[in-house]
């Protein structure tokens, strides 16, 4: 099954006015996970991102909210396998320990998520 856990920008996926709080997808998230034997999440940015200057202060960290993502849904202790959607190069050291395997997808194309997970 699919949950959204955050945005492309780190950011809370319910965009309803009754969120509790601003991890709220991300608690969704871990609820759906709690199903699962495997969890597989896709993180990264989106191919407008693919121009000199596009980082803010230069900085190639992963958003706070992906980072989130990732350690709530590794207390899960079931297996994770983190598919990075990207073309350049991103510090995924802060999110490394928490999984059992990266895959490095690019940017695939409209279909590149299903043939991921196919």
């Known amino acids: 099954s699919y949950k959204c856990g955050v945005t492309i920008l780190g950011e ?4 309803d006015d009754d969120a509790t709080s601003e991890n709220s997808s991300i608690e969704d998230a871990v609820e759906e996970a709690k199903e699962s ?5 896709g993180i990264g940015e989106e191919n407008y991102a693919e121009k000199p200057g596009d980082l803010p202060n230069d900085d190639m960290s992963l958003p706070e909210g992906q980072i989130r993502l ?5 207390a899960e202790k079931k297996t994770i396998i983190l598919v990075y959607f990207g ?3 991103r510090l995924l050291s802060s999110v ?4 059992d395997a990266i ?5 695939p194309g409209p279909d590149g998520g299903q043939a991921v997970y196919d």
């Open 12 to 15: 809370n996926c319910n965009d």
């Open 37 to 41: 034997d495997v969890i597989l999440i």
């Open 70 to 74: 990732v350690r709530a849904l590794a």
């Open 87 to 89: 073309g350049r190069p």
């Open 96 to 99: 490394e320990p928490y999984v």
């Open 103 to 107: 895959l490095i997808a690019f940017l």
